[in-house]
């Protein structure tokens, strides 16, 4: 029952760039806030970013705040993550998920299963 789908990782260079893609399927991202999550071998899964259901609020941890930039497409049901800029720490999956999303919080519900992600790796 894949709802989301990550897409748009790969290797990239340190001050590289790329664009991750979060796709719905069997519901609207419109109108649904969506926040972006990430993993590191060995490390807790953490919130990156968010959007919330209106667009009305974006959140940036401080790591990528100025780096990164969360955008929804409406009309391709898709929710992006331009990522600008990359450093070695950025380094691991991405996952995205439907999210309470508002006064620098992220609330994933407990009772969703996560997608497969999508592997970055930033590397020399």
């Known amino acids: 029952q894949v709802q989301l789908e990550e897409s748009g990782g790969g290797l990239v260079q340190p001050g590289g760039s790329l664009r991750l893609s979060c796709a719905a399927s069997g519901f609207t991202l419109d109108k649904t806030s969506i926040g972006w999550y990430r993993q590191a071998p060995g490390k807790e899964r953490e919130g990156v970013s968010c959007i919330g259901n209106n667009d009305e609020y974006t959140y940036y941890i401080d790591s990528v705040e100025g780096r990164f930039t969360i955008t929804r497409d409406a009309a391709k049901n898709t929710v992006y993550l331009q990522?600008?800029?990359l450093r070695p720490e950025d380094t691991a999956v991405y996952?995205?998920?439907k999210v309470f999303c508002r006064w620098s919080t992220m609330i994933r519900s407990t009772g969703d299963t996560w997608g497969q992600g999508t592997q970055v790796t930033?590397?020399?």
């Open 83 to 85: 990522m600008n800029n």
């Open 122 to 124: 930033v590397s020399s």
């Open 95 to 97: 996952y995205c998920a």
